[in-house]
């Protein structure tokens, strides 16, 4: 199985702030045929289903707010928000598909300081 | 307008089989690349990837729970059920399906609202 191991496991950020949470898989979720990496991040808000922000490690899903993108490459991955809104406050999931089980990471907790 | 429900039982014995059926409208598990796929989240933890199913019938498992996972569909349904075998109080969690629309992209983009199983005697 591909582990993929998120950092931090919490983050506080003010609001309006930029907040950056990382994510590493542990062999390359990069295709070489295509040149795409096969990473997603989830938003998952309590009471809710999880939320798909981000596919192909940069490409954001339809709906989401620009102020969230993807970005990295290989093994090493970020998701940013560039100014940080109450509404953000969640706890996020990086996700590979590159091979099945497509495992996902531990979870960031998001919240506002 | 795409979407999943999850639905089977909220309580399981120990030893005893868990079966979950998804029922999902507004796309068809006969078309090219898409699938559909369980996860799972215990109580304070994090998503766990358990199985998805493909359009050609294609399954796949978590390895650690292979032995004890059955994934089927029916096109005609609209459904995909999940098994799972010998149920144990570590399986309680909230059990999800969702939907992947393939042309590569097997992340999940659009999620049943869950349902909570609670293993115990």
């Known amino acids: 199985d591909i582990v993929m191991t998120q950092s931090p496991d919490s983050l506080a950020v003010s609001l309006g702030e930029r907040a950056t949470i990382n994510c590493k898989s542990s062999?390359?979720?990069?295709?070489?045929?295509?040149?795409?990496?096969?990473l997603a991040w989830y938003q998952h808000k309590p009471g809710q289903p999880p939320k798909l922000l981000i596919y192909?490690?940069?490409a954001r899903e339809s709906g989401v707010p620009d102020r969230f993108s993807g970005s990295g490459s290989g093994t090493d991955f970020a998701l940013t928000i560039s100014s940080l809104q109450a509404e953000d406050v969640a706890v996020y999931y990086c996700?590979?598909?590159?091979?099945?089980?497509?495992?996902f990471g531990q979870g960031t907790k998001l919240e506002i300081k | 307008q795409i979407t999943l429900k999850e639905s089977g039982p909220t309580l399981v014995k120990p030893t005893q089989t868990l079966t979950l059926t998804c029922t999902f409208s507004?796309?068809?598990?006969?078309?090219?690349?898409?699938?559909v796929g369980w996860i799972r989240q215990p109580p304070g933890k994090a998503l766990e990837w358990l199985a998805l199913?493909?359009?050609?019938?294609?399954?796949r498992y978590s390895p650690s729970l292979k032995s004890r996972l059955t994934i089927t569909k029916d096109t005609s349904k609209n459904q995909v059920v999940l098994t799972m075998t010998n149920m144990d109080p570590v399986d309680t969690a909230t059990y999800y399906c969702?939907?992947?629309?393939?042309?590569?992209?097997?992340?999940?983009?659009?999620w049943g609202q869950g349902t909570m199983v609670t293993v115990s005697s």
């Open positions: 969702a939907h992947s629309r393939g042309g590569g992209v097997d992340a999940f983009d659009i």
């Open positions: 507004g796309f068809s598990l006969t078309t090219t690349g898409v699938g």
């Open positions: 199913i493909y359009w050609n019938d294609d399954k």
């Open positions: 062999q390359s979720v990069l295709y070489s045929s295509n040149n795409m990496n096969y």
């Open positions: 192909w490690a940069s």
């Open positions: 996700q590979q598909y590159y091979s099945t089980p497509h495992t």
